[in-house]
């Protein structure tokens, strides 16, 4: 667990980005899995959702996308899909885990836990195609 409650959150796609952008957490965001209140949640909600918008370009710039499915303020679960060219390559899983599960983690001190999946409903071949990123599938 981290001292500070809040972490500055830069963008990790351009040099030539603004200033970092801070997420202010909270204190009270410490106490994982107790029932919070209505300005809490809502201080959550704003930090998540403007965590995600820093990452989002990242995915973006490589044909996909990042979407939450459900979160759970008072316990800290967070579950997002990754989609568009995603379903098509091999590192998503590694995008995941490494990218959004750590961010999140890190900077989001009431995140307990990130689960995550690939939106394979994409034909294979479409969502190759989406790919302009580090990482684009050959297809011979």
Do not use: H
């Given at each position: 667990m981290h001292d500070d409650a809040a972490r500055p959150v830069t963008p990790a796609a351009s040099a030539s980005s603004a200033a970092p952008v801070a997420v202010d957490v909270g204190i009270s965001a410490r106490s994982h899995g107790a029932v919070i209140d209505d300005a809490e949640r809502d201080h959550r909600k704003a930090a998540l959702d403007g965590l995600l918008e820093l990452m989002r370009p990242a995915v973006q710039a490589d044909g996909g996308d990042i979407a939450v499915v459900d979160v759970d303020y008072d316990t800290g679960v967070v579950?997002?899909?990754?989609?568009?060219?995603?379903?098509?390559?091999?590192?998503?899983?590694?995008?995941?885990?490494?990218?959004?599960?750590?961010l999140l983690k890190e900077r989001l001190a009431w995140v307990t836990e990130v689960r995550?999946?690939?939106?394979?409903?994409?034909?294979?071949?479409?969502?190759?195609?989406?790919?302009?990123?580090?990482?684009?599938?050959?297809?011979?």
């Open positions: 579950e997002v899909q990754l989609q568009g060219a995603c379903g098509s390559c091999a590192i998503s899983a590694v995008t995941l885990q490494g990218g959004v599960e750590r995550g999946d690939v939106d394979e409903s994409v034909n294979p071949f479409e969502s190759a195609a989406m790919g302009r990123g580090g990482y684009v599938p050959r297809w011979e």
